[in-house]
């Protein structure tokens, strides 16, 4: 018997599963903006366009990442190769190395 245990209006119960209870109906999809211009990124074409006009680089030495770095910087961002892999912690991680410049909105 494995799972959590979970204290909910005054009940006290094992969920073995607890990922499968997510509602989903009340989750957002997250996405990229570009503020200046208030544009959805929606490919990385789209999204490599704005951050070299940032003054970031692309390396090409990993064929499962896009990895992207600034030479004044130390800063990397590594991006999963599908973009249907983009997720938010992607997102925070852009949004975190270019202040003011990209946020992340729920759709």
Known sequence: MSG???FKNGVVRLVENPGAETNFEN???KVLVYTPSNEVITSYSHLQQHLYALGWERY???PHLLQFHK??????IS?????S???S???YDIVVKNRNMFQVRDM
């Open 60 to 62: 090409y030495n990993e």
């Open 79 to 83: 991006l999963p190769s599908d973009f």
């Open 27 to 29: 989750t957002k999809r």
């Open 85 to 87: 892999r983009f997720k």
């Open 89 to 91: 912690i992607h997102m």
């Open 4 to 6: 959590v245990w979970v």
């Open 71 to 76: 030479v004044s910087t130390v800063h990397l």
